[in-house]
């Protein structure tokens, strides 16, 4: 089992960037594939990028693909999501999550999750 902390969140303005980290107890984090979900107020919690245990494969939704960097430290047991040129509406708590049998993009998939982050974008 794995337990994870987000940190990181804030208000920024709209074109800035943010940078946020999950930490991840554990000394199997690298035999997990991560990944970043959202949920934005009175919506669903949406995919937004997941990487594969060894960072061999990363994946991204349409709407954040080009502005936001997902990556990991194995040896830290730490995962990362770079946003970069952000919009109001990537405003959202952002969690992330763990599994240790599928790297995919439905909620589902994965049975670890963090307390979440706030992320604010002003415009």
């Known amino acids: 089992q794995v337990q994870l902390v987000e940190s990181g969140g804030g208000l920024v303005q709209a074109g800035g960037s943010l940078r946020l980290s999950c930490a991840a107890s554990?000394?199997?984090?690298?035999?997990?594939?991560m990944a970043w979900f959202r949920q934005a107020p009175g919506k669903e919690r949406e995919f937004v990028a997941a990487?594969?245990?060894?960072?061999?494969?990363?994946y991204y939704s349409d709407s954040v693909k080009g502005r936001f960097t997902i990556s990991r430290d194995n040896a830290k047991s730490m995962m990362y999501l770079q946003m970069n040129s952000l919009k109001p509406e990537d405003t959202a708590v952002y969690y992330c999550?763990?599994?240790?049998?599928?790297?995919?993009?439905?909620?589902?998939?994965?049975?670890?999750w963090g307390q979440g982050t706030q992320v604010t974008v002003a415009s």
């Open positions: 990487v594969t245990g060894n960072s061999g494969s990363t």
């Open positions: 554990g000394r199997t984090f690298g035999t997990y594939a």
């Open positions: 999550a763990a599994s240790r049998t599928v790297v995919g993009r439905n909620r589902s998939d994965y049975p670890y």
